[in-house]
């Protein structure tokens, strides 16, 4: 006959390696989806005009580049036109799932302010393209590139440091959830 003391130590210790092994570490998971196949990397790299490294966020990427021409209309939100506010606010809708002002103004006083040097993707990009006020908004999309709907080119890629953009960049911003 078996000794039940040693029965029960048996099972104890097999309930403690059990429960232990619950508690290995593990890595957090990602908030947002993995990047993208080498293949789309080079074809949204082209239609975008900047260089993707494929760690980019994939949704991001691929919904800019469904908007990328098109035309500029003041008030639009949609991919028939659409206006620089409009453009981050169905960004922010249909790829963070976030409910966001609609207007510049309402946006600037929406985020947080964000320096030059910590933007991440998704940040907002704040500039006074007429004078001293913020007039433009567009969305970061990492090393040094941005999306916005331009009024003579509509949705476009480009970059923080073409003079134009370096000039009049106001600020950034982070949305505040909620």
């Known amino acids: 006959m078996v000794d039940r003391t040693y029965i029960q130590r048996k099972l104890l210790l097999l309930l403690i390696a059990m429960l232990l092994s619950g508690c290995v570490a593990m890595r957090d998971t990602p908030a947002r989806p993995p990047g993208m196949p080498a ?10 005009g900047m260089p993707l490294s ?25 991919r028939s036109g659409v206006d620089c506010s409009g453009f ?9 799932g976030t409910n966001i002002a609609r207007t510049t103004r309402d ?3 929406q985020s947080r302010r964000i320096s030059r040097r910590n933007l991440q993707e998704g940040d907002l990009l704040f500039f006074r393209t007429k004078g001293r006020s913020i007039s433009h908004v ?3 999309l990492g090393n040094g590139y941005f999306a916005h ?8 890629v480009s970059s923080l440091t073409e003079d134009y953009y370096n000039k009049r960049f106001a600020r950034g911003g982070r949305v505040r959830p909620g």
């Open 39 to 48: 293949t789309e990397v080079q074809t949204y790299s082209r239609t975008l």
């Open 54 to 78: 494929g760690r980019e966020n994939p949704v991001l990427i691929k919904e800019v580049a469904g908007w990328t021409g098109t035309p500029y209309r003041y008030g639009g939100n949609t």
């Open 88 to 96: 981050v606010w169905a960004l922010y809708r249909d790829v963070y």
């Open 107 to 109: 946006q600037s006083i």
């Open 138 to 140: 567009g969305i970061y």
């Open 149 to 156: 709907a331009s009024k003579s080119r509509g949705v476009i």
